[in-house]
């Protein structure tokens, strides 16, 4: 897998410049343009931030078989919330979910 093709390809398909990606990632523009440009492979801390805001996580970037999906903020918010509770209120949603 070419990690800054794949980058670049996510950049584009969300029709985002390198500057709006600094801008939500909080990376230097340079940095970036260094990236794309030179092909400097990121660290995994930096890759993981690009990855946010691109809108996925690393595991869907590193899967080749599947379109990365992606999800919203609020949707994001939501998992986040649900991975936090205790595991007996998990059970009820999970019932709920699957019944309705």
Do not use: W
Request: aromatic share 6%.
């Amino acid at each position: 897998m070419d990690v800054i093709q794949k980058l670049n390809k996510l950049r584009l398909e969300r029709d985002m410049s390198v500057y709006r990606l600094a801008e939500l990632s909080g990376i230097n523009q340079s940095t970036l343009a260094n990236t794309f440009s030179r092909g400097t492979v990121p660290s995994i801390k930096h890759l993981e931030i690009i990855c946010q805001a691109l809108g996925v996580t690393l595991a869907q970037f590193f899967t080749e078989d599947e379109e990365p999906m992606s999800l919203t903020s609020q949707e994001q918010n939501l998992v986040n919330f649900y991975r936090k509770l205790p595991t007996a209120i998990k059970e009820s949603i999970d019932n709920i979910v699957n019944n309705t």
